[in-house]
């Protein structure tokens, strides 16, 4: 027997799971939360930041979390298939799980949008994947059609226990910091996660006066409705896996933000994109470009004077790994250096 708590074990006082709930685990959660002086540096200095770093989760992202338990309800009331729809990471874990479960997973996916580490993975972990012609939220009211009419199980985060397995990273941090942080900046896309952290804080610290964090969600400038206030038809951005127009949990996102004292703000794609290689650079902490924009709505926050940082304590949710993404890196090719083996060569090109 090896010593291993099940993340809903765990915290199982704190969720609402129903009794036939199942087990289905990777052993999800339990992620670091990396101290980052030197981006903290980088971004004006003098307070303290921490990366959430949530691609170390057994798919590579903050997915897993939720889907340990959507597919362990699914299981324990007798599915045998279940559904979603997907900018990628969700039908990655989707398709793990449901492999671990012994059962289907069907994943739809916006044609031709879906960065290669995640399409590789729903394909290793055994799913059927169906490119739609059309966008995330296309595909997402199609799900939504057909759960209705058949006995799959829906798994994306509309999906209340998605929601009840994400908590359990606000839990997490607080448990690490001892209280919750002052600020939390997250990307937000179909807005799943945001309702998940919100309600997690808020659910710890009516057991545990863990305190709250003012919460800044932050979307694509191309794919903000929450910031524009309606839905975007044709969303863009090169952060694929928040490139979502009609987010699902939308009014929950706009009222965590309220509540909280925050707010949700946009990003442009070259910010995104200047994040990422920042926090790879600077911390070795290396993301997928949806992943970097809390970081980069904190940095342009900071930067217009709109956010006073000194002595705060922030806590920053880096979602997926950079792995999931290579394209992104290596599209306008990398100039690399080439050397005959030969010691000679290799002295006259170094350059430290
Ligand atoms: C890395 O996989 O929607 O606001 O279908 O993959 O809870 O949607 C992914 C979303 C942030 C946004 N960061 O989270 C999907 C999907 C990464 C993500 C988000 C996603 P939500």
Redesign the pocket.
């Known amino acids: 027997m090896t010593n291993f708590t099940w993340l809903l074990d765990q915290y199982r006082h704190l969720l609402n799971l129903p009794a036939h709930t199942a087990r289905v685990t990777l052993h999800e959660g339990h992620t670091p939360l990396i101290p980052a002086p030197s981006l903290a540096g980088a971004l004006g200095g003098g307070f303290q930041l921490w990366i959430k770093y949530e691609g170390l989760n057994p798919t590579g ?3 897993d979390r939720g889907m340990t338990a959507a597919i362990s309800e699914a299981l324990g009331r007798g599915a045998k298939s279940v559904i979603c ?7 990655a874990s989707a398709a793990a799980y449901a492999a671990r479960a012994g059962m289907q997973a069907v994943v739809l996916i916006p044609q031709g949008k879906v960065a290669a580490g995640k399409l590789a993975g729903a394909v290793a972990y055994g799913a059927q994947v169906v490119q739609v012609d059309g966008s ?1 939220d296309q595909a997402l009211a199609m799900v939504v059609a057909l759960t209705e009419k058949h006995p799959l199980a829906l798994v994306n ?1 509309i999906n209340p226990y998605r929601i009840e397995g994400q908590k359990t990273a606000a839990f997490e941090i607080c448990d690490a910091l001892g209280t919750a942080p002052d600020w939390l900046c997250l ?8 309702t998940a952290y919100w309600a997690g804080f808020k659910g710890y610290h009516a057991v545990q006066a863990t305190g709250l964090p003012q919460v800044l969600g932050v979307q694509a400038q191309g794919s903000a409705p929450l910031v524009l206030g309606h839905p975007v038809d044709h969303p863009e951005t090169v952060a694929t ?2 490139r ?1 127009g009609k ?1 699902a949990r939308g009014e929950e996102a706009l009222l965590a933000a309220e509540e909280s004292g925050g707010r949700i703000i946009a990003v442009s794609d070259d910010d995104i994109l200047a994040m990422q290689k920042l926090l790879a650079s600077s911390e070795g902490i290396w993301v ?1 470009p ?2 970097a924009a809390g970081l980069a709505g904190l940095a342009q926050e900071i930067a217009g004077g709109r956010f006073d940082p000194h002595g705060q304590r922030i806590v920053a949710v880096c ?2 790994h950079g792995l999931k993404d290579p394209g992104i890196i290596t599209q306008g090719g990398i100039q690399l250096e080439s050397i005959p083996p030969e010691l000679g060569a290799l002295e006259a090109v170094i350059r430290s």
């Open positions: 992202s903050f997915k729809a997907s900018t990628g990471n969700t039908a995330f985060s990307p937000v896309g179909n807005a799943g996660n945001i896996a928040i979502i987010p997928e949806a992943s979602t997926g």
